[in-house]
């Protein structure tokens, strides 16, 4: 493996980087430092936490000079992420005059128009980089290196036309550099569109195999709060994320989570951006806490240090347990990705386990104690800033996990606490996931 020094950095990023403590170059940044120095468009196949904001950014850094307009465009799907690459940027650039700014929704227009005045690189959302564009109040014709980054998460959430029109806007005669997790058919046609001849490069993530311990629990759908809970006390961790396939269960499982002693916040598209962002500051300033959230929230964040990665709700695809599951065993360091499954989960999790390349194991369930659960959010989510949902009815209650209610039917309890008929997918005695014979 090569050195920093041999990739071609100058002194200032080198004296950046073992200030960071950044040692060696990560297999993204080997392989795509030189091409990019080198001026070549590039396509870097590489999932978060794999070093790719250091890849795109030391060419920027080293061929930007600082007061001569906006120079470089970094797009992400998502603000949190944009927040991210913006401090990373920042301080990669340290011994630079470069000027970095953030420009997404959700804030104010106006310090954004006086910043991108003086900017020499801005990190953006497509969204708000759009509307900057219909304002006349940025200019793009200068653009010298342009990022998509987390491309393939941009086309997911629908992005692609704002991204096109962004393309459409910026100088013709530039650098392009695309990185995305996977590379599908629409990202090969806008390279091939908007792209030179660029350089196609792979790195796998940056997480251990040999550290990563995966397993699965199969439990009752009314049983699943509680095994959570378990586990949660006899596990050692520190830093867990917690996913849920929607915001209500995030909210449903942090605020009960909370009720149960355990310092947890949610992490979902409905907070606005001052309440995403406490959250993130929360987390990466604890040793012990719990973050429950959404795909569409977390994609993008590279946090550090998480010990556990708890599936509440299975993923629908190999490709979204392996974005989740690459949250931890990172640099190192031992991790656990644990999926809880009942019934509903089952079609998800074939779909999971036909991938012959992930080795998740069938636990024994242990013996654990039934816990109340309150269906009532409504006080929480005033609390945190989310409004009044659905879900907040007055008629909520605190119950035991599984209990019936003398006004409804008995039955088991749908993941929203209303009871189903009583044979309603009723789980036949002794059939098991293996026994279904979903593998």
Same mark, same amino acid.
């Given at each position: 493996?090569?050195?920093?020094?041999?990739?071609?950095?100058?002194?200032?990023?080198?004296?950046?980087?073992?200030?960071?403590?950044?040692?060696?170059?990560?297999?993204?940044?080997?392989?795509?430092?030189?091409?990019?120095?080198?001026?070549?468009?590039?396509?870097?196949?590489?999932?978060?936490?794999?070093?790719?904001?250091?890849?795109?950014?030391?060419?920027?850094?080293?061929?930007?000079?600082?007061?001569?307009?906006?120079?470089?465009?970094?797009?992400?799907?998502?603000?949190?992420?944009?927040?991210?690459?913006?401090?990373?940027?920042?301080?990669?650039?340290?011994?630079?005059?470069?000027?970095?700014?953030?420009?997404?929704?959700?804030?104010?227009?106006?310090?954004?128009?006086?910043?991108?005045?003086?900017?020499?690189?801005?990190?953006?959302?497509?969204?708000?980089?759009?509307?900057?564009?219909?304002?006349?109040?940025?200019?793009?014709?200068?653009?010298?290196?342009?990022?998509?980054?987390?491309?393939?998460?941009?086309?997911?959430?629908?992005?692609?036309?704002?991204?096109?029109?962004?393309?459409?806007?910026?100088?013709?005669?530039?650098?392009?550099?695309?990185?995305?997790?996977?590379?599908?058919?629409?990202?090969?046609?806008?390279?091939?569109?908007?792209?030179?001849?660029?350089?196609?490069?792979?790195?796998?993530?940056?997480?251990?195999?040999?550290?990563?311990?995966?397993?699965?629990?199969?439990?009752?759908?009314?049983?699943?709060?509680?095994?959570?809970?378990?586990?949660?006390?006899?596990?050692?961790?520190?830093?867990?994320?917690?996913?849920?396939?929607?915001?209500?269960?995030?909210?449903?499982?942090?605020?009960?989570?909370?009720?149960?002693?355990?310092?947890?916040?949610?992490?979902?598209?409905?907070?606005?951006?001052?309440?995403?962002?406490?959250?993130?500051?929360?987390?990466?300033?604890?040793?012990?806490?719990?973050?429950?959230?959404?795909?569409?929230?977390?994609?993008?964040?590279?946090?550090?240090?998480?010990?556990?990665?708890?599936?509440?709700?299975?993923?629908?695809?190999?490709?979204?347990?392996?974005?989740?599951?690459?949250?931890?065993?990172?640099?190192?360091?031992?991790?656990?990705?644990?999926?809880?499954?009942?019934?509903?989960?089952?079609?998800?999790?074939?779909?999971?386990?036909?991938?012959?390349?992930?080795?998740?194991?069938?636990?024994?369930?242990?013996?654990?104690?039934?816990?109340?659960?309150?269906?009532?959010?409504?006080?929480?989510?005033?609390?945190?800033?989310?409004?009044? @949902? *659905?879900?907040? %009815?007055? #008629?909520?209650?605190? +119950?035991? =996990? /599984?209990? !019936?209610?003398?006004? &409804?039917?008995?039955?088991?309890?749908?993941?929203? @606490? *209303?009871?189903? %008929?009583? #044979?309603?997918?009723? +789980?036949? =005695? /002794?059939? !098991?996931?293996?026994? &279904?014979?979903?593998?």
């Amino acid at each position: 493996m090569k050195s920093f020094k041999e990739l071609g950095l100058n002194q200032d990023l080198l004296k950046v980087l073992k200030e960071i403590n950044f040692h060696e170059p990560t297999e993204i940044q080997e392989k795509v430092i030189p091409i990019a120095l080198a001026g070549e468009d590039v396509i870097g196949e590489s999932a978060t936490g794999s070093g790719k904001t250091l890849a795109f950014g030391v060419p920027i850094i080293e061929k930007l000079k600082p007061g001569e307009g906006l120079q470089s465009l970094i797009l992400t799907p998502t603000r949190e992420l944009a927040e991210q690459v913006s401090i990373a940027m920042k301080t990669f650039s340290k011994y630079t005059s470069l000027k970095v700014i953030t420009v997404y929704g959700g804030v104010a227009l106006g310090p954004q128009m006086d910043a991108l005045e003086k900017a020499d690189i801005v990190v953006g959302t497509p969204g708000r980089i759009l509307d900057h564009i219909k304002r006349k109040t940025i200019n793009l014709s200068k653009i010298k290196i342009l990022v998509l980054d987390e491309a393939d998460r941009m086309l997911d959430m629908g992005f692609i036309h704002d991204v096109t029109d962004i393309l459409h806007h910026c100088k013709k005669e530039r650098q392009s550099l695309l990185f995305s997790a996977t590379i599908s058919e629409d990202i090969l046609r806008i390279s091939k569109r908007y792209m030179k001849t660029p350089k196609e490069i792979s790195a796998q993530a940056n997480v251990d195999p040999s550290k990563l311990e995966q397993v699965f629990y199969d439990v009752p759908s009314n049983q699943k709060f509680s095994l959570l809970v378990h586990l949660l006390n006899e596990e050692s961790s520190k830093l867990v994320m917690i996913f849920c396939n929607t915001k209500r269960n995030a909210d449903l499982i942090s605020n009960n989570l909370r009720r149960q002693g355990f310092d947890a916040l949610a992490l979902h598209g409905d907070l606005n951006q001052a309440k995403r962002s406490k959250v993130l500051e929360h987390f990466h300033k604890s040793t012990k806490f719990i973050l429950v959230c959404t795909d569409v929230a977390a994609r993008g964040l590279d946090i550090k240090g998480v010990s556990h990665v708890y599936n509440y709700e299975s993923p629908k695809t190999s490709t979204e347990y392996i974005h989740r599951i690459g949250r931890t065993a990172r640099a190192g360091k031992e991790g656990k990705a644990i999926t809880i499954l009942s019934d509903r989960d089952y079609e998800n999790f074939r779909r999971v386990v036909q991938d012959d390349a992930l080795n998740i194991k069938n636990i024994e369930l242990p013996k654990f104690e039934r816990v109340f659960v309150q269906m009532n959010v409504q006080d929480d989510r005033k609390k945190s800033g989310y409004g009044r @949902g *659905r879900y907040s %009815s007055p #008629n909520r209650y605190f +119950r035991k =996990e /599984g209990e !019936s209610d003398n006004r &409804r039917p008995q039955g088991r309890e749908n993941r929203f @606490g *209303r009871s189903k %008929s009583k #044979n309603f997918g009723r +789980r036949d =005695e /002794g059939r !098991s996931f293996h026994k &279904r014979k979903f593998r």
